[in-house]
Each structure stands twice: as C-alpha cells, then as structure tokens.
C-alpha cells in the first residue's frame, strides 16, 4: 500500500509503476493490473471467510 510512511512495500510500488511517458507520473496500465490483482485476492480471500462461516 503506497502511504508517506515512505516503507519498503511503498517505495517499491511507487518504482514499480513510475513512468516518464506520462503526465502523472504513473503508469495507468501497470496501476490498473496492480489494483485488479488486489482485488482479485480481496474476493478470493472474502469467499473463503464466507465459506467458513456458513460451513460452522
């Protein structure tokens, strides 16, 4: 998660989809795919809770 703490995980993220092509300075596409990737295992994991707790 990119915050100001400036951490690792943040640091790496902000590298990651840096681009100088663009007028934001960011990659719109590598942030899009970084985002859905994230989502993805939010549902993912989401399914699992849910699954649990109907299986109780």
Do not use: Y
């Not at 915050?3 to 993220?13: C, H, K, P, V, Y």
């Not at 990651?16 to 994991?45: F, M």
């Amino acid at each position: 998660m990119i915050d100001e703490t400036g951490t690792d995980d943040a640091r790496e993220i902000e590298r990651w989809i840096a681009s100088d092509d663009s007028p934001v300075g960011i990659d719109a596409k590598k942030t899009h795919v970084l985002i859905l990737q994230k989502l993805i295992r939010i549902e993912e994991r989401l399914t699992r809770l849910e699954q649990a707790l109907t299986d109780d």
